[in-house]
């Protein structure tokens, strides 16, 4: 069982920066990928970005690529997500999740049907 926290949302100004952290409980946090999701009001929840835990390979969707930065600190049980020139459409409820498959494609990290847990989720507002 893995447990999932997480922190760091608030209110932000258009191009500001947050940075969101999932602290995990779990002594094979190391054995797990983590994918950061978000889901706004009305709409389908999306991926953001996931990190393997083999060599540490990254992916992220086309809206956040090269604003946001996703990292992980094993010896912490924790993983990071920076996000900088943060717009509008960023305004989320940001969600952590961690799956213990070793996907050959990132396919499906890229689907939250590919995760197994979940955090509760922490709100992410950027204002105009």
């Known amino acids: 069982q893995v447990q999932l926290v997480e922190s760091g949302g608030g209110l932000v100004q258009a191009g500001g920066s947050l940075r969101l952290s999932c602290a995990a409980s779990g002594r094979t946090f190391n054995r797990y990928a983590m994918g950061w999701f978000r889901q706004a009001p009305g709409k389908e929840r999306e991926f953001v970005a996931a990190?393997?835990?083999?060599?540490?390979?990254?992916y992220y969707a086309d809206s956040v690529k090269g604003r946001f930065t996703i990292s992980r600190d094993n010896a912490k049980n924790t993983v990071y997500l920076q996000m900088n020139s943060l717009k509008p459409e960023d305004t989320a409820v940001y969600y952590c999740?961690?799956?213990?498959?070793?996907?050959?494609?990132?396919?499906?990290?890229?689907?939250?049907?590919?995760?197994?847990?979940w955090g509760q989720g922490t709100q992410v507002t950027v204002s105009s």
């Open positions: 999740a961690a799956t213990g498959v070793d996907y050959s494609r990132s396919y499906y990290l890229e689907r939250s049907t590919g995760y197994d847990y």
């Open positions: 990190i393997r835990w083999s060599a540490g390979r990254t």
